[in-house]
């Protein structure tokens, strides 16, 4: 269940080690890419949506006390918790000057520490222990590779891929899955200019057996989320299907 990772950057392997330092870093590997009007994916069959906790520049769309369900780290590994949500709009003097105005939101749960993120409205998911083999915020920069087992039959990488575009439509930076013959890639992105994506979460979320991604989708520096892959969702030939994203744009002002 431990990562193998080949890279073609040194200083990515510097600063993965200084990560596991840190403690950020459990279990990792994998690949990503992304489309230029958007960092992922169509969305398509699924109502599911994700939130994080913490403080953002913008409406989040959730409201006070719905209940949704958290993952969470345990002394047992990771589980699927019901959790009820606050949602608090506050004034923040960094993205404006009238005080009457909140333009921030805080997001945070009842009566437990932070999930990893939060997830709604997909039936088929259950409170329960979750398979995680990686949480953290690894970087995934163009020619680092990752490699982790779901189980002992299972081995996915996850390739980063690219850099400039070396002609006009070329895509500058991609992130791809392989599992065994199959391979997809989950994001992409042509812009010269693109900042890497980071693998925040793997495991099995939807408890199907194959893998499962949380990956914040950063491909431009004006925007960011994390988008949840899962692969109960996929089409027929596919890995992973971008069931929902969260969505997090800066002010306008």
């Not at 459990?26 to 939130?51: A, C, D, M, W």
């Not at 997909?122 to 409170?127: A, C, E, I, K, V």
């Not at 915020?137 to 039959?153: I, W």
Request: net charge negative.
């Amino acid at each position: 269940m431990f990562a193998r990772l080949k890279t073609t950057t040194p200083f990515f392997i510097v600063g993965i080690a200084y990560l596991f330092t840190l403690g950020i870093i459990n279990v990792v590997q994998g690949e990503i890419e992304s489309l230029e009007q958007s960092p992922v994916t169509e969305l398509g069959r699924s109502q599911l949506k994700i939130l994080q906790v913490g403080e953002f520049f913008c409406d989040i769309a959730a409201e006070p006390n719905e209940i949704w369900l958290g993952l969470y780290p345990t002394k047992d590994g990771y589980s699927l918790m019901s959790s009820q949500i606050r949602v608090e709009a506050f004034y923040d003097p960094l993205i404006g000057n009238d005080e009457n105005a909140s333009g921030a939101t805080r997001v945070s749960v009842h009566g437990k520490n932070a999930p990893l993120f939060l997830v709604t409205g997909m039936d088929s998911l259950r409170t329960g222990t979750v398979k995680t083999v990686f949480s953290g915020r690894l970087p995934l920069p163009s020619g680092s590779s990752l490699e982790f087992t779901l189980d002992n039959e299972s081995a996915y990488a996850i390739t980063a891929i690219g850099g400039a575009p070396s002609k006009p439509g070329a895509a500058g930076y991609k992130v791809k899955l392989d599992n065994g013959n199959r391979s997809q890639v989950i994001c992409s992105v042509k812009a010269p200019n693109a900042s890497v994506s980071y693998l925040l979460w793997a495991g099995d979320l939807d408890r199907d057996g194959e893998l499962d991604l949380l990956i914040d989708t950063v491909c431009d520096y004006s925007a960011s989320g994390a988008a949840l892959f899962l692969s109960s969702l996929a089409e027929e030939g596919n890995l992973l299907h971008r069931a929902a994203q969260f969505d997090i744009a800066p002010p306008l002002n």
